[in-house]
């Protein structure tokens, strides 16, 4: 018993040395936007995917009584491949897959504190599905002039496990035709399914004539960032102290983020005690 006790105390020391290690490398590193992962907005599913209204709204009125400037993707990277300033306290909020709860929850919440919001949009799902958006919500969000709306690609098929490089170009290529043809313009971003890049598929994605292309991995997008594996911080429902953790997510991301890679990291090893040390909200 004395053993397992020293054990533990061993592991749990190294866990806060490991800590505090990151802790004060986040701190020295300074800069970054916060690029916000949603999916879901509602009061009826119960899941982690899953925000509800009154927890989102309460998410973008912080971010408006704050002083967060919402910006899109292309003011994004042209901040970070050329510089171009931004203004104070930058923030880009995302949504994927175009649930249709997007255009009755959250499009009525982000035009009441005039806020942008970006889409990405599962292609061959659009009007198909009753829990998807339709093409005439989607056209009326993107004149809204709030709302970007961009690819998700064709059937929300993970990009890394593609059966073969036609099918992977398939995906990026005929999404983006999609949404060009029916809203007449640009398609410039895109988020992987399921966060699903490898070395393949950033370079398919960026011969698909793609700007740049967002992941699922918890972090900030730096200047000089991969333009086609960019970090987001991924916010989630149905968890206690909800805005608690919003907040800490948003504020805290040079810490919490560097910490949750560190985890997942210690889970995939097999040191799961060790990483149910580690606390990320």
């Known amino acids: 018993m004395w053993l397992s006790l020293k054990k533990r105390l061993f592991a749990a020391f190294i866990a806060i040395i490991l800590i505090c290690i ?12 916060p690029v916000l992962n949603y999916h879901q907005i ?3 599913d119960h899941n982690s995917l899953t925000v509800s209204t009154t927890e989102f709204d309460q998410q973008m009125k912080y971010l408006k009584d704050n002083g967060y400037h919402t910006i899109t993707p292309a003011e994004l990277m042209d901040w970070a491949q050329n510089g171009t300033p931004l203004p104070d306290k930058p923030v880009v909020i995302t949504l994927d897959d175009g649930y249709i709860d997007n255009y009755e929850e959250a499009y009525p919440i982000l035009k009441k504190y005039n806020l942008k919001a970006t889409i990405f949009v599962i292609t061959d799902f659009v009007g198909v ?29 993970e990009l890394n496990k593609a059966p073969s ?9 005929e999404s983006r035709k999609a949404l060009e043809w029916r809203l007449n313009k640009t398609v410039d971003f895109i988020a992987y399914p399921c966060g699903s890049d490898s070395p393949e ?5 960026k011969l698909a004539g793609y700007r ?19 970090d987001r911080v991924p916010i989630f429902g149905c968890m206690p102290n909800e805005m608690r953790r919003f907040k800490a997510r948003l504020r805290l991301t040079r810490i919490f983020a560097p910490l949750s890679k560190l985890q997942r990291n210690l889970y995939d090893s097999g040191h799961d005690k060790l990483a149910n040390l580690i606390p990320v909200p």
């Open 165 to 173: 490089t036609e099918e992977l170009d398939k995906q990026l290529k």
């Open 42 to 44: 509602n009061d009826r």
């Open 129 to 157: 599905y009753p829990n998807y958006l339709t093409w005439d919500t989607i056209s009326e969000m993107h004149q809204s002039g709030l709302i970007d709306i961009e690819s998700h690609t064709l059937s929300h098929e």
């Open 22 to 33: 990151v802790a004060i490398w986040a701190c020295l590193d300074t800069g970054g936007v």
């Open 201 to 205: 598929v950033l370079e398919r994605t």
């Open 212 to 230: 740049g292309a967002f992941t699922v991995d918890y972090g900030l997008v730096q200047q000089d960032e991969r333009a086609y594996a960019m």
